[in-house]
């Protein structure tokens, strides 16, 4: 049984982190467990500054994990608007940045998430540039995004993944103008591939949405420190007057790296590399959320996900690791979405490259079906649009990696489940 005199502290106030605390006492923890969050707001969930925060229909106190009371409540040390700049291994302290104060640990977390890529292009000065990553830069945009729409004004979004057609969904919503710039054929190439890029395409496009391929932006253009306009590699000018950089997100493994933790590949999506157990190559530190590349076994090498269902899931295993309890973090990648009218749920890992075909069961056309990525007979991702309570099946034949027929797997008629036996 765990001490009541260790101290578990938490590095990095998100999801994972609010769950890994809020387990920590829910198993009976009686030890100090302190929170560490360089933000000042208290830790909340992201994928509504993208959604539903952002456009309006949920309000901000419906976006943090817990309510402001329940870290006194349950005896969690809260620190926010701090940073972490030190880990000595050997002492067991983590320093703080501002101050120089060391605080020890028995056990340490880090859950320091991850931070927006920047444009590295002229212009990302100016006023109108926009991240979205913190409440804070919702809140921003929000403001942008119906000021846009009553001005009959132009965004131009960097990037066609989810980040970027979420936010062109709202700007549209707002009635703003959209242009999206995208350096591969399709949005979403690199986690749907071209099939179903290729359905998300047109989905913004019957909204109105403009799609430049096959491009990057190359400069921001500005006068006076307002956005005019945005320039690509391939001549074009296109008109803004605000930009968001929407070209995804690194882990933040600064912190990591310099208290000498094994990191994983950047090939492989880079992060603090964990085993099974999130526990890092030091016995004492754990790490959990966007920051952890995790061993997926069905794909058979490392994974960094950046989604919300594995800061929820990871946080908790987490704690349940540094509680000493036999863990096994290896629950099959999810995330979902929601654009105009679609919603979605995506289950699996299938990039390019990696699989053979795309079966489809249902109607695409009417954007109500099932598709599976799937290689020699075998479904490695699988996502339902506006078609529900199929999760858990389709996880199923993911984690069962038995060869399926691809006529029953597409035909309707055939249960799902059945294709488990």
Same mark, same amino acid.
């Given at each position: ?30 030890? +100090? ?35 402001? @009371? ?29 101050? /120089? ?32 990553? +913190? ?64 359905? %998300? ?9 403009? %799609?430049?391929? /096959? ?86 090498? +490392? ?33 979902? @979405? ?36 799937? @290689? ?19 996880? @199923? ?10 006529? +029953? ?13």
């Amino acid at each position: 049984m765990v001490d009541a005199d260790q101290t578990f502290v938490i590095v990095g106030g998100g999801l994972a982190g609010a769950k890994a605390a809020e387990t920590l006492r829910a198993e009976g923890f009686t030890g +100090r467990v302190i929170l560490i969050c360089d933000e000042r707001d208290h830790p909340y969930e992201r994928p509504p500054l993208s959604k539903g925060f952002l456009l309006g229909k949920q309000e901000r106190d419906k976006v943090f994990v817990h309510e402001p @009371s329940w870290y006194a409540r349950h005896d969690v040390e809260l620190h926010l608007g701090q940073t972490v700049d030190a880990i000595d291994r050997t002492a067991r302290t983590v320093r703080f940045g501002d101050d /120089g104060t060391l605080v020890h640990y028995d056990k340490l977390l880090l859950a320091t998430g991850a931070e927006p890529r920047r444009l590295d292009v002229p212009g990302t000065h100016l006023a109108g540039v926009h991240h979205l990553r +913190r409440l804070a830069h919702a809140e921003r945009l929000k403001g942008v995004l119906a000021s846009l729409g009553r001005d009959n004004g132009h965004i131009v979004i960097a990037g066609a993944g989810w980040i970027g057609l979420e936010v062109a969904a709202a700007a549209r919503e707002y009635g703003a103008e959209v242009t999206v710039v995208e350096q591969d054929p399709t949005p979403l190439y690199g986690v749907l591939g071209p099939e179903l890029g290729t359905l %998300f395409a047109e989905l913004h496009r019957e909204r109105g949405v403009r %799609f430049h391929f /096959g491009a990057r932006l190359t400069e921001i253009v500005g006068q006076d420190g307002v956005v005019l306009a945005a320039r690509t590699d391939d001549g074009e000018e296109h008109l803004a007057h605000d930009v968001l950089a929407a070209i995804g997100a690194a882990p933040r493994v600064a912190l990591a790296e310099a208290a000498g933790l094994a990191l994983a590949d950047r090939e492989l999506g880079g992060g603090i590399a964990v085993d099974e157990t999130l526990r890092t190559s030091d016995p004492h530190i754990f790490a959990a959320g966007d920051v952890a590349s995790v061993p997926h076994g069905p794909a058979d090498r +490392r994974l960094r996900v950046e989604h919300w269902a594995n800061a929820l899931n990871g946080g908790p295993a987490a704690a349940h690791a540094m509680l000493g309890k036999d863990v096994v973090h290896d629950r099959v990648p999810y995330f979902f @979405s929601d654009q105009y009218d679609l919603g979605m749920e995506y289950s699996g890992w299938a990039p390019p490259g990696s699989y053979d075909e795309v079966v489809i069961r249902g109607d695409a056309a009417k954007r109500e079906f099932i598709a599976f990525w799937v @290689s020699e007979g075998r479904v490695l991702a699988g996502m339902n649009v506006n078609v529900w309570d199929v999760t858990e099946t389709v996880q @199923s034949l993911i984690r069962a990696g038995n060869q399926v027929d691809a006529e +029953r797997l597409a035909d309707p008629r055939v249960p799902l489940e059945s294709l488990l036996v």
